[in-house]
């Protein structure tokens, strides 16, 4: 099992900045991929941003790629999305997930979820 717990989300005016973070407790993450998916009242659960734990790379949807950026911190177990020049097309509940692959950019990947944090964006 896999646990996840986020923390960070807040309201925010567009073009600001927010850091999300996810702490992740459980079996070993050997070959496991971590990602951020979002959701936004009323549309399914979006992909946002993978990293693979075990290599350094990174995937990021069209929408997010140059403006987010995600990282991890092995001895914190710790996953962080950072969000810059933030749109109010941005707001969602943003989730942490994970899989047991390095490359994740669908949610048919993702084995365990965390509860979500609120991001809110205005104009």
């Known amino acids: 099992q896999v646990q996840l717990v986020e923390s960070g989300g807040g309201s925010v005016q567009a073009g600001g900045s927010l850091r999300l973070s996810c702490v992740v407790s459980g079996r070993t993450l050997s070959g496991y991929g971590l990602a951020w998916f979002r959701q936004a009242p009323g549309e399914g659960r979006e992909f946002v941003a993978g990293?693979?734990?075990?290599?350094?790379?990174?995937g990021y949807a069209d929408s997010v790629r140059g403006r987010f950026t995600i990282s991890k911190d092995y001895g914190k177990r710790a996953v962080y999305l950072q969000m810059d020049s933030l749109k109010p097309e941005d707001t969602a509940v943003y989730f942490c997930?994970?899989?047991?692959?390095?490359?994740?950019?669908?949610?048919?990947?993702?084995?365990?979820w965390g509860q979500g944090t609120q991001v809110t964006v205005s104009s």
């Open positions: 990293i693979g734990w075990t290599d350094d790379n990174t």
């Open positions: 997930a994970a899989g047991p692959r390095l490359r994740i950019t669908t949610a048919q990947a993702i084995s365990y």
